[in-house]
């Protein structure tokens, strides 16, 4: 049902060239989002459209998100990357190195921020925007609002990356991810997260690493 409507709305987003369509079709991403949780673990796993606000050089940054994961990969860790970006221009960098540091906080988000927050300054991370190449997670999110960043970029949305990997981290409520949005509007309203951004190319990072990764933990 929820892939079907999916279907609809991203179909929407990609046929009409309409701002006000696009927002339309948007404002159904959210219960949308929700309605994943009860798919089927066999249904499609179908990309959103990309958040009406995010612009061309966000769709860029995004892009250099996705370089970092799939580097990440290369390197015997999961594919996620972060990138800090301040008028314009690429300042930090940072991908997943969990596997390879033994160090479970070394997602990403929170690598960027503990590796160069004392480098560049507060106010770098304060006027920057954040990129992430997923949806960060509880833990990166806090760290990103600890840092003072107002403006957070996210490539695929947490719900579709809790369907590719299913329940082998055990724990995950299927009902409702906690999202990065969510978190922002009751702790720092104020904070603006845009997402999801090139999703498909995300997704299929996603799809193409974690199913084989969940086999050799023989659970898959
Ligand atoms: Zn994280």
Redesign the pocket.
Known sequence: MAARLLSVVALLAMTTPSPVLQQEAFKLHLPLVDQLAGESPQAPVVALPDDPDATAADRQFIQRSYELARQAVKEGNSPFGAVLVVDGKIVAEYRNSVASSHDPTR?A??GLISTFYSKLGREAFRRGTLYASSE??V??IGAILNAGVLRVVYGTTEAQFQRIIGDQFGGHDKKGSLTSREIVARTNPTVRVLGPVLEKEGLAIHQSYWPKVIKTWGRG
């Open positions: 997602h988000e929170l960060p997670c833990m990166c």
